[in-house]
């Protein structure tokens, strides 16, 4: 299991192609990127993510190791950015290898709506008119976290 949490930008092919060499053993991997969206009419100039470095490592941890119990995984990979980004960028990534596709695909859900919904990040959109704002939670997001 392996969690980053880091300001630089991350090979998606690479991280991939690691990933399941890294695990060639496993049935199936399952693989989610996350990309900063625009605003709507194309708006927004970036997107600044803020975080408390040892409190978040310490929850996303958390929140990979719960995953890799409830439904055994072989392995599993979280990467998360923070800093200013800008529209199309890649957030974060998730990966997760299990022996079936079902607990593949079900625990990198799990680790998407915990990370959108818990992970303690802070975002705030810069747009092009000048107006900044945070991010706040979702309905949604809060909603999909009562099936867990």
Do not use: C
């Not at 978040?56 to 190791?65: F, G, P, R, S």
């Not at 409830?70 to 199309?88: C, E, F, Q």
């Not at 890649?90 to 607990?103: C, G, Y």
């Not at 747009?127 to 009562?146: C, K």
Request: proline letters at 3%.
């Amino acid at each position: 299991m392996r969690v980053s949490v880091q300001v630089e930008a991350f090979h998606l092919g690479a991280e991939a192609e690691g990933f399941a060499q890294a695990n060639n053993s496993a049935g199936a991997i399952v693989t989610f990127t996350g990309i900063v969206r625009d605003a709507p009419q194309g708006g927004l100039v970036a997107m600044e993510i803020e975080h408390y470095p040892g409190m978040t490592l310490k929850a996303l941890n958390e929140i990979a190791q719960t995953a890799m119990e409830r439904w055994s995984l072989a392995d599993a990979l979280v990467i998360h950015r923070y800093g200013r980004l800008a529209p199309g960028e890649q957030i974060m990534m998730v990966a997760t290898a299990a022996r079936h596709r079902k607990d593949a695909f079900v625990a990198a859900e799990y680790l998407m709506d915990y990370l959108k919904s818990r992970a303690p990040f802070w975002k705030k959109e810069i747009l092009n008119d000048g107006g900044a704002g945070w991010v706040a939670a979702r309905d949604e997001d809060e909603d999909a976290l009562t099936r867990w």
